[in-house]
């Protein structure tokens, strides 16, 4: 059974930093690519970060100006998101999700089958 179980959020001030982590099983890292998305109350899901299947190529969302970065440890199943510069608009539910892809992926959430629970960030002072 493929699952992705998030963590690592939490109540951060402004200018702080999170790592968030996606703890994958039921499926290889190899085979899907691995994407993060955001939704703050009463706006549109967006997409922030994904990962290929290969682990070659990464994309962020425009928007975040380089402050997300995307990795992964094959060996634990585990994709990370770190978050640095964190400021006030950053506060959402993050969600991990899966899809089959093969060296590329999108920030499109349609295009992902399997999803997280979400864990929350809270940019507050």
């Known amino acids: 059974q493929l699952q992705l179980v998030e963590s690592g959020g939490g109540l951060v001030q402004p200018g702080g930093s999170l790592r968030l982590s996606c703890a994958t099983s039921?499926?290889?890292?190899?085979?899907?690519?691995i994407g993060w998305f955001r939704q703050a109350p009463g706006k549109e899901r967006e997409g922030v970060s994904c990962?290929?299947?290969?682990?070659?190529?990464?994309k962020n969302a425009d928007s975040l100006k380089g402050r997300f970065t995307i990795s992964r440890d094959k060996a634990k199943n585990t994709v990370y998101l770190q978050m640095n510069s964190l400021k006030p608009e950053d506060t959402a539910t993050y969600y991990c999700?899966?899809?089959?892809?093969?060296?590329?992926?999108?920030?499109?959430?349609?295009?992902?089958?399997?999803w997280g629970q979400g864990t929350q960030v809270t940019v507050s002072s």
């Open positions: 039921g499926f290889t890292l190899d085979s899907y690519a």
């Open positions: 999700a899966a899809a089959q892809m093969t060296r590329l992926c999108v920030l499109f959430g349609l295009k992902y089958d399997y």
């Open positions: 990962i290929s299947s290969g682990g070659g190529i990464t």
